[in-house]
């Protein structure tokens, strides 16, 4: 530490940190915090999106909160979270896990794994869409009848697709996240597990899954609150169909504010998903104990 500035050398003063972080705090404010407020205040206003703004007090969120639909948008919306984690965070560990090793075939797979999050959400859609067509699609064309189904027509299979496509594009983020987080591990207690005889299987159940809880619970965050902004995905896919099986709460906005002109509802339900979000995260960390995140910081 130099004596004259009471600093440690390279690094800057605590003087002016505060001031290191006034960009990131414009860009939170301007971004995040002056636009929710916005869509909090037209909660309370009927507006078409192009005429004046009337307010009319609480009635956008009587309207929102009465309507069946409401239960149902937030029950699926729920049921696809619920599963599409279920699905994911096995998955994830294990392809995780995997390609922690160090063997060089491991890393050109790390980057196949990776494709899929890198191409547009509708554009996968669209893909999944021909490829389930039960007329002109990969059934049809290679002639398996298991594969020529109503994917999109029948509810349950088309709630089973939705899961699916979701699972296929962010199952390699979550990936990456449980590598990193597997790299981290030190490599001592695997080598005194193998001293004491313990096989893959042991030290897999004994050790890399314990020391992984800030990471489940860092990456489980990640996937329940992003699985309340499904939308371009579901919207391209099925439309919300058929029926309502596939009618997501961010959807249920979209077809509100967007194609009914009702804005003041679509913005009550927009306030509902930020509050269901910031819930389930705070429950989340809650379950992770109050040192997930600076073990999180740690590993990184």
């Known amino acids: 530490m130099s004596p004259h500035t009471g600093h440690s050398p390279g690094r800057p003063p605590r003087s002016i940190l505060p001031w290191l972080a006034t960009p990131a705090l414009v860009v939170f404010v301007g971004f995040a915090v002056v636009p929710l407020v916005g869509v909090f205040v037209l909660s309370f ?23 069946p639909g409401l239960p149902h948008a937030l029950g699926v919306t729920f049921l696809v979270m619920a599963v599409s984690w279920a699905v994911q965070t096995p998955l994830s560990i294990l392809l995780g896990t995997f390609l922690a090793g160090r ?18 959400s509708a554009a996968i859609a669209i893909a999944y869409k021909a490829l389930l067509d039960p007329n002109f699609g990969l059934g049809a064309g290679l002639k398996l009848p298991l594969l020529v189904q109503d994917w999109l027509g029948r509810p349950g299979l088309a709630f089973g697709v939705v899961v699916f496509v979701v699972s296929w594009q962010f199952v390699p983020f979550h990936t990456l996240i449980y590598q990193g987080g597997v790299q981290q591990i030190p490599k001592s207690l695997y080598e005194a597990a193998q001293l004491d005889g313990a096989g893959r299987i042991r030290q897999f159940f004994s050790i890399t899954l314990p020391q992984l809880k800030y990471t489940v619970i860092t990456s489980s965050t990640l996937m329940v609150v992003g699985s309340l902004t499904f939308f371009d995905l579901i919207f391209v896919l099925t439309e919300g169909g058929p029926g309502d099986a596939t009618r997501v709460l961010a959807l249920d906005m979209y077809k509100r504010g967007f194609q009914a002109s009702l804005m003041g509802p679509a913005s009550a339900i927009a306030v509902i998903l930020v509050l269901v979000g910031l819930a389930l995260a705070l429950l989340l960390r809650r379950l992770g104990g109050r040192d997930a995140g600076a073990s999180q910081l740690e590993g990184v």
Do not use: E, K, N
């Open 103 to 120: 063997q060089r075939y491991r890393a050109v797979l790390g980057v196949v794994y990776f494709i899929p999050l890198m191409l547009s």
């Open 45 to 67: 206003t009927t507006w078409d999106g192009i005429g004046a703004i009337h307010g009319s007090g609480l009635d956008s969120w009587r309207a929102v909160l009465t309507d």
